[in-house]
């Protein structure tokens, strides 16, 4: 069956780092592209970052652009996020989710994961 595992999630102060992983299992990984959503307390699910099924291509909310960096191992069937310069602003639930087609809908995607929590907190 589809599985979309998270992991990385965690505390840390603001100005910090994490970096998320995905890992894929039971679909073609190198044929979806592949996006972060996150989810504040309180608010709708919100698109982050997508990567495209080779990996050159990325687009990003304007909030992470210059912070958050999307990227893939078709490999090893995982996704990644790197997050920097962390702020208050970015705690959420953090989202996996693949799409047959390049979209910021994220109500469009195929699979998710079940998430991880990201705090940023002093």
């Known amino acids: 069956q589809v599985q979309l595992v998270e992991s990385g999630g965690g505390l840390v102060q603001p100005g910090g780092s994490l970096r998320l992983s995905c890992e894929a299992s039971g679909f073609t990984f190198g044929s979806y592209y592949m996006n972060w959503v996150r989810q504040a307390p309180g608010k709708e699910r919100e698109f982050v970052a997508a990567i495209s099924r080779s990996g050159i291509s990325t687009d990003y909310v304007d909030s992470v652009k210059g912070r958050f960096t999307i990227s893939r191992d078709n490999a090893k069937n995982t996704v990644y996020l790197q997050m920097n310069s962390l702020k208050p602003e970015d705690t959420a639930v953090y989202y996996c989710?693949?799409?047959?087609?390049?979209?910021?809908?994220?109500?469009?995607?195929?699979?998710w994961g079940q998430g991880t929590q990201v705090t940023v907190s002093s």
């Open positions: 989710a693949a799409g047959r087609k390049y979209t910021t809908s994220h109500e469009e995607y195929d699979y």
